[in-house]
């Protein structure tokens, strides 16, 4: 997928129609929470306003995995649930503390599990919700913990809620999705110069092509879609879907999940008006007008007062669950508003501004660093390279010469900043992306309506490499996906005994960040500000202090510091680790880092 503000697909807005309860959901829902979870581990509580420890997801790393692709327990060539379990130890061993798992529910999987046909059981080929338990159980003993994705924008075409809603416009359900009858004249022409009379509401389009809205000669009226036709969009202005969704919420979390990933946050809310996009010059990938969607993807103030009312769910469960959002973020304001003006709303919003840098550039990421840190409610910077949406930060940052050290010093900028870091599952490794070569590969269905501009998301959703074996050990079968091509080089095996693998540099960040006062605890402090080829920062509280250089050039590049403006008067740096072979000690001062190499050093007070 192309990058573009949109790529993390998301973020924020409301004016509710307050409806009962829906029995028939709220039973469906109930029904489904009888059947025992295995490991109930969140107990609904009463909020422990005294709690002064900061809850777990402050100094925790999460790490996204994609069911799909990870790890495939009964070798049909696709991931399932049991696969995850299995390899718990190795997620374990890594490091990270949570882990994010993108949707497995029963779906048709037209958009690979984002098209949802029962948000309360798992895919029948991923397992079961017994296996589900299983894996939260096994994860809670490791001190690992779950992230649901909770598709709020849009159901499957397939789901029950749907099916009613488009059998008749008097049924109970018609409201829960977004019908509009044919705009009235003057109509636009049709190809024959004729006006069509069935001519959509207004021009907005789906992000995933062409038009926005889908006909429905059932009840000759269009229903929105923001993505695939197969994902018609919820009415979010119907307080019976906020309770239904809510509930969905409230299932997994007697479950024992501790949180969810919110998926495309920024579209839940269209303007009511449904006033025609802004048309702008030039085609999409799709042969569609290029056109600003600032109608029907923005972030409308309504979105606010829906994340508040989902917060106040988790609240009532125990050990602080957690909101991490999808919150695509054209403007540095509109990230910092998806906290809530009292950090009441979504805790880990994404930013994915890391992941639209693409550059080494010293004076970026420090602007960006500095942009959210300083952010005046409080929130939790969470940073983002990759996902299963955009190209893997492995190919976009790498320079082809230099991949591997630029992926050590892209790991090391994710995992020293203060914030809460995202993983994606085989970036520990430096997978690669494998982008399809023919357009009859092609999985994704927007990389075949798009080929060959877009070639769909196939190339970042590759099997993992957990060994040199045929498919990569990720399956006896053919996958469903064919592995990255450097897989022979970087699997778990091999980098698990090479202490200068990339995985190996990850294990050993991720000990140091969760070992170190100053990593864990420390404000940022930004150094050496106009330098433009080594970004610098102190990690700092009390007498601890840690430093980080990286140098994001291919050249040899000196660094001169003066710490005492910040306080620290040791003339040694103890080094904690680097991605090149460094003495124990530096002088605190001056050094010199080659090229791409980052070095991480204690500068505390004790470090002498
Ligand atoms: C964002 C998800 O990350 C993406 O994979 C999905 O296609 C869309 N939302 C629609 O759910």
Same mark, same amino acid.
């Given at each position: 997928m192309k990058l573009s503000a949109k790529a993390g697909i998301l973020s924020l807005l409301s004016v509710f129609i307050y409806g009962t309860a829906d029995s028939a959901v709220a039973k469906d829902v109930e029904k489904k929470a009888a059947t025992k979870p295995v490991a109930k581990q969140s107990v609904e509580k009463k909020t422990n306003a005294k709690n002064s420890t900061d809850p777990w997801w402050k100094h925790a790393v999460i790490y996204e995995i994609y069911p799909r692709s990870f790890a495939d327990a009964d070798n049909n060539g696709m991931g399932d649930i049991k696969g995850i379990t299995q390899k718990l130890d190795y997620l374990k061993d890594l490091g990270v503390d949570a882990l994010w798992i993108t949707p497995c529910f029963p779906s048709p999987q037209v958009d690979f599990g984002y098209d949802i046909s029962d948000y309360c059981d798992i895919a029948p080929e991923y397992g079961t919700l017994a296996d589900f338990d299983e894996l939260v159980a096994e994860a809670k003993k490791r001190n690992i913990r779950i992230i649901m994705d909770l598709v709020m924008n849009h159901s499957s075409d397939k789901h029950k809620w749907f099916? *009613? &809603?488009?059998?008749?416009?008097?049924?109970?359900?018609?409201?829960?999705? !977004?019908? $509009?009858?044919?705009?009235?004249?003057? =109509?636009?022409?049709?190809?024959?110069?004729? *006006?069509?009379?069935? &001519?959509?509401?207004?021009?907005? /389009?789906?992000? #995933?092509?062409?038009?926005?809205? /889908?006909?429905?000669?059932?009840? +000759?009226?269009?229903?929105?879609?923001? #993505?695939?036709?197969? /994902?018609?969009?919820? +009415?979010?202005?119907?307080?019976?879907?906020?309770?239904? @969704?809510?509930?969905?919420?409230? #299932?997994? =979390?007697?479950?024992?999940?501790?949180? #969810?990933?919110?998926?495309? %946050?920024?579209?839940?809310?269209? !303007?009511?008006?449904?006033?025609?996009?802004?048309?702008?010059?030039?085609?999409?990938?799709?042969?569609?007008?290029? @056109?600003?969607?600032?109608?029907?993807?923005?972030?409308?103030?309504? %979105?606010?007062?829906? @994340? $508040?009312?989902?917060?106040?769910?988790?609240?009532?469960? /125990?050990?602080?669950?957690?909101?991490?959002? *999808?919150?695509?973020? *054209?403007r540095i304001e509109q990230l910092i508003a998806a906290y809530g003006k009292n950090n009441d709303e979504i805790q880990l919003p994404m930013d994915f501004r890391f992941a639209y840098i693409n550059k080494l550039s010293a004076s970026e990421f420090r602007n960006k660093i500095a942009e959210i840190d300083e952010n005046e409610v409080g929130g939790q910077p969470t940073y983002v390279f990759s996902n299963h949406d955009i190209v893997r930060h492995y190919n976009r940052y790498g320079d082809g010469k230099n991949n591997d050290q630029i992926a050590k010093l892209t790991a090391a900028i994710l995992l020293t900043t203060r914030g809460t870091p995202v993983m994606y599952y085989g970036e520990e490794l430096g997978m690669e992306n494998r982008d399809p070569e023919r357009k009859e590969d092609v999985k994704d269905p927007i990389g075949i309506l798009g080929w060959p501009e877009q070639k769909g998301r196939d190339g970042c959703r590759t099997p993992m490499q957990w060994n040199a074996a045929k498919n990569a050990g990720f399956s006896t079968a053919n996958p469903w996906l064919p592995v990255a091509h450097n897989y022979k080089t970087h699997n778990v095996e091999l980098e698990d005994k090479d202490p200068a693998s990339i995985l190996s540099f990850y294990k050993q960040l991720l000990s140091v960040r969760k070992k170190n006062t100053a990593l864990k605890y420390g404000k940022y402090v930004a150094l050496n500000e106009d330098d433009e080829h080594v970004l610098s920062y102190l990690r700092k509280r009390g007498g601890a202090a840690a430093l980080v250089a990286c140098n994001m050039t291919d050249q040899p590049r000196k660094v001169t510091l003066d710490l005492s403006k910040s306080g620290i008067t040791v003339s040694e740096a103890k080094v904690l680790m680097a991605s090149y072979s460094a003495p124990d000690s530096i002088s605190a001062s001056s050094f010199t880092l080659p090229p791409y190499a980052v070095l991480i050093a204690d500068v505390g007070k004790s470090a002498n």
């Open positions: 099916e *009613e &809603s488009r059998s008749s416009r008097t049924n109970p359900k018609r409201n829960w999705f !977004v019908w $509009r009858d044919p705009k009235s004249g003057p =109509l636009p022409k049709n190809s024959s110069g004729a *006006e069509d009379p069935k &001519s959509p509401p207004n021009n907005w /389009q789906a992000l #995933f092509g062409h038009s926005a809205w /889908q006909w429905d000669p059932k009840t +000759n009226q269009y229903y929105y879609h923001f #993505f695939y036709p197969e /994902q018609p969009d919820l +009415n979010w202005r119907n307080g019976q879907v906020k309770k239904a @969704m809510n509930d969905v919420a409230r #299932f997994w =979390l007697d479950r024992g999940v501790a949180g #969810f990933r919110l998926d495309a %946050i920024n579209t839940l809310y269209e !303007v009511p008006s449904l006033k025609d996009n802004p048309v702008k010059p030039g085609k999409n990938a799709y042969g569609d007008p290029n @056109m600003d969607d600032k109608y029907n993807y923005l972030l409308l103030p309504e %979105i606010k007062g829906t @994340m $508040r009312d989902l917060r106040k769910v988790l609240n009532n469960y /125990q050990d602080n669950p957690v909101l991490l959002g *999808e919150t695509t973020a *054209e």
